[in-house]
């Protein structure tokens, strides 16, 4: 399913508009990644959490130069609720 695809759902259960129904698709989506990028959590009660965590710098070589590059840093997570674990089953 795309974004497009959601929208398109999430208008006709709501009765709203499909150009409404986007707006509020990507004020979701952009209040999400403001939260994340500020290190905050995010928890959609029945859905799961989005988190940012940090992983352990690590050093690898990039494939086209052979140059060491260091990676790592701070990835985002998201952890299922027990109410999405059991719907997707």
């Known amino acids: 399913m795309t ?6 759902r999430m208008a006709q ?8 129904t986007e707006r509020a698709v ?11 990028k ?3 959590s995010v928890t959609l009660v029945g859905f799961g959490t989005f988190s940012v965590a940090r ?3 690590r050093t690898t070589k990039n494939p086209r130069t ?11 997570r998201f952890k299922p ?4 674990k059991q719907a997707v089953r």
């Open 3 to 8: 974004k497009a695809d959601l929208v398109v």
């Open 13 to 20: 259960a709501a009765g709203w508009p499909k150009a409404a």
């Open 26 to 36: 990507r004020a979701m989506l952009a209040g999400v990644r403001a939260s994340l």
């Open 38 to 40: 500020r290190g905050d």
């Open 55 to 57: 992983r352990k710098p």
């Open 66 to 76: 052979g140059q060491s590059v260091t990676v790592g840093g701070r990835v985002p």
């Open 81 to 84: 609720s027990k109410e999405l």
